[in-house]
Every structure is written in structure tokens, then in C-alpha cells.
């Protein structure tokens, strides 16, 4: 299927500026061992055992493994994320550099693995300030589905100062993938949520259907961030097929849009659109 993403790159949206010179990529994918770049002996792990002290490496199966003493608030607030896995057992971690106030921070985002009660993982957005050996200054859970990841685009320009950095949660089946971009930025040097945004791609006998976010800021004067626009563009084509049950959905493209400003008496983005809301209604009439 065309829209399926490999489970070990989580790369998602393309994400374009308008603000600035878009920000070069710099998630990546490291070793616990390795040191820091510019850093000298300072591991990765080192930072990582800030989050969770107690990991350590098993020595039957030199998995890293560990507990948290206290949960994870999540992201996204209410009743989202679930009780981690106990033992949880370090998978993925990712890297990115990024500035926040303008001053650089690093983030370091890590699959802890899933619990029985929760179908979505538990993901550790840790963040760390630019000391010789960095600190930690705030943590989360990111995970919204079964795999999570930075995005294709790991980073969002927000102000001359300011980026938003943004993940990807998915999982899929064989006619259709689930997948959750989340845009996250930091406010005192914690982890704040700007978005969430939701999307469906869905396929059966004769017809294909793809929504494919894209993100872009623009300037907003007077106001500590610019204006971000968050775009879906969902498009449906037809396979012409023999044998279906059922007849194929009319082919188009429909475009869902919204813009959030920064309002400083809230202390958060705000949008007057409902475009994406509607969207997620009509997707989980899908499910």
C-alpha cells in the first residue's frame, strides 16, 4: 500500500516555512553508548537515566531496561497514554537539536514499549537544556498509537527563536493506517502541545483514500510566534477493478485548513476553525 510507513522510520509529513529558511532535519537515530556531539563524555544513556534512573542493561539479553517511580504526565492530557510496560525496555531513541527562546536545546524522544491495557505505546520526549552535561528540563509521554517517532520533518520555525518540534504516531492494517501528528513546542522550559492532527488513509476493492498534513508558519506581528497553518489535503482515486462488492467512492480532492495565532492571555494557540474537528468525526465514522 502506498501510504504505509515501515514501523522503524516513522517519517511523516513534509512540512514547509514560509517564516524562514526551513530548518535542515536533524532527528536521528542514536546509540545509548555513543557520546553527545559537543559533549565529551557525556552518553546518551547518561541522559537518558536523568528521565529514568534505574536503567540498566540486562545481561541474559543486553536489552536497557528500567522502571518510572512516578508516570509520565501526558501530552495531550485527560485520559490519553496508559501505564507503562514494567519492566519497560528501551527500543528506539531519536535525537534533535532545536532552539527554544534562543537558546539551544536538545530533544531526545524514546520508545519504552507497550503495556496489556493500552494500544498505544509509551514514548518518553525528553528535554534537555545546552550545559556540558545537559539537564533535564521537562519530560512527557508522546505516544498516541502503537509506534511513535519524529516526523519526516522534525522541526517547525515558529518565531526568529522558537521551534516547534513535531511526531508521528501510527499503526496499520491491511486497508487502512492510523496516524497522529503531534506539534510540540516549549513554554518555560517545559513541554507545551500546540496540535494535534489526525488523519486516515484507507484503501478497498477499487479506490484508494490518503490525507497528507501539511504544516507552514507565517509571520504574525506583534505576537511572540507566527501564525501556523495547518493544511490536510485528502484525496480519493479510482482503481478500476473487477469483482468488487461494493462501488468505489466518487475520486476528488477535499482540503480541510485551519490557522492558529499565538493569544497571550491564554498562554496558548487558539483557532477559530473547525475544519480539522470535522475531519476527525468523519474519519472515525471509518474506523
Known amino acids: 500500500m502506498p501510504f504505509m510507513r515501515s514501523a522503524a522510520v516513522f517519517r511523516g509529513a513534509i512540512v514547509s516555512l514560509v517564516l524562514a529558511a526551513p530548518a535542515a532535519t536533524s532527528a536521528a537515530v542514536v546509540d545509548l553508548a555513543a557520546a553527545v556531539p559537543g ?15 534505574n536503567l540498566a542493561e540486562n545481561g541474559a539479553d543486553k536489552q536497557v531496561e528500567g522502571s ?31 532552539q527554544a527562546g534562543g537558546r539551544p536545546r536538545l530533544a531526545l524522544l524514546a520508545d ?10 509509551t514514548s518518553l520526549l525528553a528535554l534537555f ?7 533535564l528540563l521537562d519530560a512527557v509521554d508522546v505516544g498516541m498509537d502503537r509506534d511513535t517517532g519524529f516526523s519526516e520533518q522534525d522541526r517547525l520555525r515558529l518565531s526568529p527563536t522558537d521551534d516547534a ?15 497522529v501528528h503531534s506539534l510540540i513546542f516549549v513554554r518555560h522550559d517545559h513541554w507545551a502541545l500546540l496540535e494535534q492532527v489526525f488523519t486516515l488513509s484507507s484503501r478497498a476493492c477499487g479506490w484508494l483514500k490518503t490525507e497528507t498534513p501539511t504544516f507552514a508558519v507565517r509571520p504574525d506581528p506583534g505576537r511572540a510566534y507566527g501564525q ?22 466518487r475520486p476528488g480532492t477535499r482540503t480541510y485548513r485551519a490557522t492558529y495565532r499565538w493569544d497571550a492571555r491564554r498562554g496558548r494557540f487558539i483557532t477559530p476553525s473547525t475544519a480539522l474537528q470535522r475531519l476527525e468525526k468523519l474519519n472515525q465514522a471509518d474506523f
Open 165 to 179: 518540534i513535531i511526531t508521528y504516531s501510527e499503526h496499520f492494517n491491511t486497508s487502512q493506517t492510523y496516524g
Open 112 to 121: 519504552l514499549g507497550h503495556s496489556e491495557d493500552s494500544v498505544a505505546g
Open 129 to 135: 537544556d545546552d550545559a556540558n552535561v545537559p539537564h
Open 39 to 53: 559533549h565529551p563524555g557525556v552518553t546518551y544513556m547518561a541522559l537518558l537515566k536523568q528521565a529514568i534512573p
Open 68 to 98: 518510572l517511580s512516578t508516570p509520565l504526565r501526558h501530552i495531550a492530557g485527560g485520559d490519553n497514554g496508559g501505564d507503562p510496560p514494567d519492566p519497560i525496555v528501551i527500543g528506539v531513541v531519536e535525537a534533535a537539536s532545536f
Open 228 to 249: 501556523v497553518d495547518v493544511t490536510v489535503r485528502a484525496v480519493v482515486t479510482n482503481d478500476p477493478t473487477d469483482g468488487c462488492d461494493s462501488p468505489a467512492p
